[in-house]
């Protein structure tokens, strides 16, 4: 009995330092991945609730939770890194082959290059701006703020045609 009370003082010992030491939110990354994973399980929606329930009763996101609060977003506090999240030297690459169009996406931190394999025009990127924290389409040497799905503001704060891009 003095073990488990020993045992529970120090995880809330840990909690309580970890939050008044942090001060951070964070991007609970661990969670978030395993989310994403349910999420890919199927396009069933009864599917992903029964994974849900059993990814919660068997506690994986208790246990990620838990990882994130308590370790991943305190390292991420004061390294200003997550260890989870994909690091400045790192790319993923995906093609899809979609309506007789061959595209290649490659992935890299705060940036997606989507390039059409058999018209070297329609090459788009997609750069996020962590200054103000929004996304910006980048075609042809111009960066255009995404406001929301249908609008999109230039640099210089004009409507941007996009029949034009």
């Given at each position: ?12 010992l840990?909690?309580?330092l ?132 249908n ?15």
């Open positions: 009995m003095k073990r488990i009370k020993k045992l529970v003082v120090v995880l809330l840990i909690s309580i970890s939050v008044t030491l942090s001060g951070c939110y964070g991007k609970f990354a661990l969670t978030r991945k395993i989310y994403q994973i349910n999420g890919s399980v199927s396009g069933d929606k009864f599917i992903q609730s029964i994974v849900m329930w059993v990814l919660f009763f068997v506690p994986v996101y208790q246990a990620c939770g838990f990882l994130d609060y308590a370790l991943l977003n305190v390292i991420e506090f004061w390294t200003g890194s997550n260890p989870l999240a994909m690091n400045e030297t790192e790319q993923e690459i995906k093609y899809y082959a979609e309506d007789g169009r061959n595209i290649k996406v490659v992935t890299t931190q705060n940036r997606y290059d989507i390039y059409d394999l058999d018209n070297e025009t329609n090459n788009v990127s997609f750069v996020f701006n962590t200054d103000n924290e929004t996304w910006m389409l980048e075609k042809d040497g111009k960066l255009i703020t995404i406001v929301d799905g609008k999109f503001f230039d640099v210089d704060g004009s409507l941007v045609n996009i029949a034009r891009m």
